[in-house]
């Protein structure tokens, strides 16, 4: 699903990736406002953005599949550009990363 915006679409993306049988999926740019997780019927959405005085521009997201939810052994969020997720598999864990770049010769 191609969208500029995450901000009011969450059960929208939702749906999307379950047509498309997705079990983790990275959103960048999300529009949405400052730090926290959100539990959909299907899915975990872990988000940050800026603060809420802020105009919404750098975002980042990060959407698994809810039967999943027991495996995530952490996430940090690192700033509203980078989002980690640790995720335990059977044996070991897969470190995931979610970053939103600055677009080419745009200036922040």
């Not at 929208?12 to 960048?28: G, R, S, Y």
């Not at 980078?82 to 922040?108: D, M, N, P």
């Amino acid at each position: 699903m191609e969208c500029q915006s995450l901000y009011g679409k969450e059960k929208l993306q939702q749906e999307e990736l379950k047509k498309a049988n997705v079990d983790i999926t990275v959103i960048p740019e999300t529009k949405k406002k400052l730090q926290g997780s959100q539990e959909l019927d299907d899915y975990i959405l872990l988000y940050r953005g800026v603060p809420t005085n802020e105009r919404a521009a750098a975002s980042i997201a990060i959407m698994i599949k809810a039967k999943f939810k027991k495996r995530i052994h952490s996430y940090v969020f690192v700033n509203e550009r980078i989002l980690q997720l640790r995720y335990k598999l059977q044996r070991g864990y897969l470190t995931l990363l979610s970053v939103y770049a600055l677009e080419e010769g745009k200036i922040e």
